[in-house]
C-alpha cells in the first residue's frame, strides 16, 4: 500500500505560471511545431534536460555536443548548463 501512495504522489500535477520574453515564448512555439510536442511538453522536456545536466555536472561531467565526421570532431559544451 505504501508504494501505491508513493507512485500516487509521483504522478500528482502542479500548475506554475511562468512569465517569458516574446524571443523565449516564441523559441517554445518553434519547439514544439517542429517536433510535434505540445508547448507544456516542451517546456516538462528542457527541465528535464536541464536536471539531467545539473545530476551529471555533479558527477564531474561535462555537458554538450558533438559531431565526428571522417575528417574532424566539432564539439560545443555547455559551460552554464546545469
Known sequence: ???????????????????????????????????????????????ELLSTAREARREGMHVGAWEDTDDHRREREFVNFG
Not at 501512495?5 to 524571443?23: A, G, I, L
Request: no cysteine; aromatic share 6%; hydrophobic share 40%.
Open 1 to 47: 500500500m505504501a508504494n501505491a501512495q508513493r507512485v500516487s504522489s509521483e504522478n500528482s500535477k502542479f500548475r506554475f505560471t511562468v512569465d517569458v520574453s516574446r524571443r523565449l515564448a516564441d523559441e517554445i512555439e518553434n519547439i514544439a511545431k517542429d517536433t510535434g510536442r505540445s508547448k507544456a511538453e516542451v517546456f516538462r522536456l528542457a527541465i
